[in-house]
């Protein structure tokens, strides 16, 4: 097991009607900037639910942040915050409205640039306080300190973090799962999912009990992944899905162990070109890195196939083998498709224009053993098409 | 799943050779009160090393904080701190030193008679900041915000908490496992086993990933057991052991589910009356109060028998009652004896004793379903002479 730090200060209120009590967490005089995306709040009564919890307090409102949180409309944040002496920011939203209010945080006390916060590449140790009231559950932002940000006119995602970013609070409602559309539902237990493996699928290193609590989200995920499909009223299936989404990506389970995180890396770069869906890109690549990398991954990738989706029989090389084509059955089960061309018409040039960015952008080696290089990539990608 | 708050701000510092690290968490101005046991840390190095990251504070000693840390002894840190005006508390060492340290924090800032703190049954919202070096892996009071403290005068052994009570950092270096004698070892390996029993055989709720995680911990202790008890010198063992440990008692796995406890309070009476381990007070009480109770714990009883100890045949019944034999074989298997008449000549009367003095306190129904009768624990102290 590696050394590790750890440390977590985000306050979790979970469970049924605990929306009503976000004001007790709320500094009596703070005057409020209420940040959501594209209005489904209000369908949904979580707007009103909100409200009514902050009827005593000064409170202004920007709704339109969008999926893959684009720094030119979070920064016109930053104008309300200077104009409206905002001292706190409450995300109501999934991963994209917490992960802008991240950036909005640290960027509301940073003197300069704002895009600096995302490209000086220094932890955040400064940052307005902020709560959050998750109405998505996947990304798992809403206990975590990190964020990812995306620019548009650069076709740049970029990530985010430091000390400073963790919500003050994080109210996890699991009531809210039963009015969120159905592909939605499926990339959030697919983010979820890959969290995991980007954090369990390296090589061993003797980490006995985070193996073990990795295992224990993803068979979690598993067992509910299709009650919540069925049916997302069932709270039971809800409330199990959200805790693990948080539980997948809160820190815990990548303390002391390798992590690799390539996925994801290669998968911010088709959302930034092509606008696929976050949790689809990991569909998309997870198969071919893990068919390319096979021999450094193989030892956890058959102690996966053993202990989470029971394949007991065959060698190492088998069950690892047979633990890819699980997890891409997992996808499947959700309906999410696994290759590039399911997504765009024409694949051609995309892994070497990946390939390219990571190389201008001086990334020489990735993953868990930092040895996955610009060609690697280009080979991963092909193997997606 | 029920409602439920979590939060646990308590930075881990993991790993080896880390205790030189302690400066960069303390404020540069403090005046320290180091705060420890019998004296092992003055052989085994320990000492040494805290002297070491110290040298830049003005530093203050109190050893001698005995096993079920005793009032007595505690106040007379009050004196100390207020004669040298200290302002920060570092325990340095197992359950007993951290939980002494904690009531002293809470006293040292409490207005009153300081046995207050205990006896008030208020949650602690002032203390006095403190750190922890973890000696022996046991109790998990290096990352909660409760502690246990003796009266002897009174026969007392009483919780207090609250959230001014989370040490502020816990470094856990494994490698103090080593000079660690076999007895604690075993005692610290049973103690956190069933800290996750208390958590875990109550009756299901629907909480699939926090019965996956106190499933986590007990395999995780179960596999590394044999190798500390072996040889304590194992650093994957023992890294593993320590963890384990700490997650035991940290609060996750108890969020959102019924918890029980009636093992532990029956537990800390035969250690106040006559002196015996902790562990082993939870070894001889914990076999009876299950079979006593076994219809209402059946359930949880025989998934524990299934996914922990993999026992896959048999009805609820017959696995509920094969999980029952297999954690007395875990306590036996670690040199730790189940019978009250193992530790003392004369059981009788012990049991009425316990209910007298429970009935005393107005305790009236215990567990998770709040039925545990003072008559009922005549019968489980019975069971374990």
Redesign the interface.
């Given at each position: 097991?590696?050394?590790?730090?750890?440390?977590?200060?985000?306050?979790?209120?979970?469970?049924?009607d605990?929306i009503q009590n976000i004001s007790n967490e709320i500094p009596e005089n703070a005057k409020i900037l209420i940040l959501y995306g594209g209005g489904s709040i209000k369908k949904n009564g979580i707007y009103n639910q909100v409200m009514d919890a902050l009827s005593n307090y000064e409170v202004v409102e920007m709704g339109g942040i969008p999926s893959n949180p684009e720094y030119e409309v979070l920064i016109m944040a930053l104008e309300i915050i200077k104009n409206e002496n905002i001292t706190y920011l409450l995300a109501v939203g999934g991963g994209s409205v917490i992960d802008g209010t991240k950036f909005i945080s640290a960027a509301a006390l940073y003197d300069g640039e704002p895009w600096e916060v995302v490209t000086n590449k220094k932890p955040n140790v400064k940052g307005m306080p902020f709560g959050v009231v998750l109405t998505l559950p996947a990304t798992g932002s809403e206990m975590n300190s990190g964020a990812v940000i995306t620019r548009a006119e650069f076709k740049e995602k970029m990530g985010i973090g430091g000390p400073a970013l963790f919500p003050q609070f994080s109210v996890l409602d699991p009531t809210v799962v039963s009015s969120i559309p159905h592909k939605q539902l499926a990339n959030g237990l697919a983010d979820a999912f890959t969290h995991v493996l980007e954090q369990y699928v390296t090589y061993p290193i003797?980490?006995?009990?985070?193996d073990?609590?990795s295992?224990?989200?993803m068979?979690?995920l598993i067992?509910?992944a299709p009650k919540i499909i069925e049916n997302p009223s069932n709270y039971?299936a809800a409330?199990?899905f959200m805790?693990?989404c948080t539980?997948a990506l809160n820190g815990?389970i990548q303390?002391?162990v390798p992590t690799d995180w390539v996925i994801h890396i290669i998968g911010h770069e088709l959302t930034a070109l092509y606008h696929i869906d976050h949790a689809c890109t990991l569909a998309i690549i997870t198969k071919s890195h893990y068919t390319y990398n096979f021999e450094s991954k193989k030892e956890k990738l058959a102690q996966l196939a053993e202990r989470v989706f029971g394949v007991k029989e065959g060698s190492i090389d088998e069950k690892a083998q047979a633990g890819i084509d699980k997890i891409e059955s997992f996808y499947k089960s959700l309906g999410i498709k696994t290759k590039l061309s399911d997504y765009i018409d024409d694949c051609n040039g995309t892994a070497e224009e990946i390939a390219k960015r990571f190389t201008e952008r001086g990334m020489i080696g990735l993953g868990e053993h930092g040895k996955v290089t610009p060609n690697d990539v280009v080979e991963i990608v092909k193997m997606s098409y």
């Open positions: 097991m590696n050394n590790f730090d750890f440390k977590n200060p985000t306050k979790i209120i979970f469970g049924k605990t003797d980490a006995i009990l985070q073990r609590f295992e224990s989200v068979l979690s067992e509910v039971k409330a199990n805790w693990s539980m815990l303390k002391g």
